[in-house]
T-cell receptor, first 114, second 115 residues
Framework: AQTVTQSQPEMSVQEAETVTLSCTYD???????LFWYKQPPSRQMILVIR??????QNATENRFSVNFQKAAKSFSLKISDSQLGDAAMYFC???????????FGEGTQLTVNP | GAGVSQSPSNKVTEKGKDVELRCDPI?????LYWYRQSLGQGLEFLIY????????KSGLPSDRFSAERTGGSVSTLTIQRTQQEDSAVYLC?????????????FGSGTRLTVV
């Protein structure tokens, strides 16, 4: 069974600084997708960034980028120039290519200090 | 609709009562998912609908939980004889068929409190 682990229950960062959130996963599959979702107090999960396992290039979306290390089964999220609006719970998630359900980690609560 | 709509936003019910939670997915999305998020926890898969296929019910925690999706659109999650451990946020999401890998669009959830 696939598992996703986020070892940092809480993180904090100063506004305008950079922070990295960690995620590791366990799978026997070679073809899969990885995601980072953001959940603000409104509860709605918002897709931040996604990565296809077959792609060697790390995905980037504006201030958000990932460090995908397939051999190490690691998928960290880097947030550059942190903004107050980035404060939220962040979830790492995995989905097998031919599967349907997402498997989520337990989340990292990010606080951004002014 | 423009997004995934869930109702009610919050629900308080007495232990032993039945509750129905509603999800209205994005128009055209054939896949619909229900997840449960207990306090301070990650998301736990409950059930998945894809088009006219039989749903994947493998995540339902007990036979008190059931869900249906009518006309390939609106879905209702029903919890019978609610227990205090059912208190959680129930999130619904929809997507195009998984093979398109567009990720899910989530609703804002229903916070269920069983007292």
């Amino acid at each position: 069974a696939q598992t996703v682990t986020q070892s940092q229950p809480e993180m904090s960062v100063q506004e305008a600084e950079t922070v990295t959130l960690s995620c590791t996963y366990d799978t026997s599959e070679s073809d899969y997708y990885l995601f980072w979702y953001k959940q603000p107090p409104s509860r709605q999960m918002i897709l931040v960034i996604r990565q296809e396992a077959y792609k060697q290039q790390n995905a980037t979306e504006n201030r958000f980028s990932v460090n995908f290390q397939k051999a190490a089964k690691s998928f960290s999220l880097k947030i550059s120039d942190s903004q107050l609006g980035d404060a939220a719970m962040y979830f790492c998630a995995y989905r097998y290519t031919s599967g349907s359900r997402l498997t989520f980690g337990e989340g990292t609560q990010l606080t951004v200090n002014p | 609709g423009a997004g995934v709509s869930q109702s009610p936003s919050n629900k308080v019910t007495e232990k032993g009562k039945d509750v129905e939670l509603r999800c209205d997915p994005i128009s055209g999305h054939t896949a619909l998912y229900w997840y449960r998020q207990s306090l301070g926890q990650g998301l736990e898969f409950l059930i998945y609908f894809q088009g006219n296929s039989a749903p994947d019910k493998s995540g339902l925690p007990s036979d008190r939980f059931s869900a249906e999706r009518t006309g390939g659109s609106v879905s209702t999650l029903t919890i019978q004889r609610t227990q205090q451990e059912d208190s959680a946020v129930y999130l619904c999401a929809s997507s195009l068929a998984p093979r398109f890998n567009y990720g899910y669009t989530f609703g804002s959830g229903t916070r269920l409190t069983v007292v």
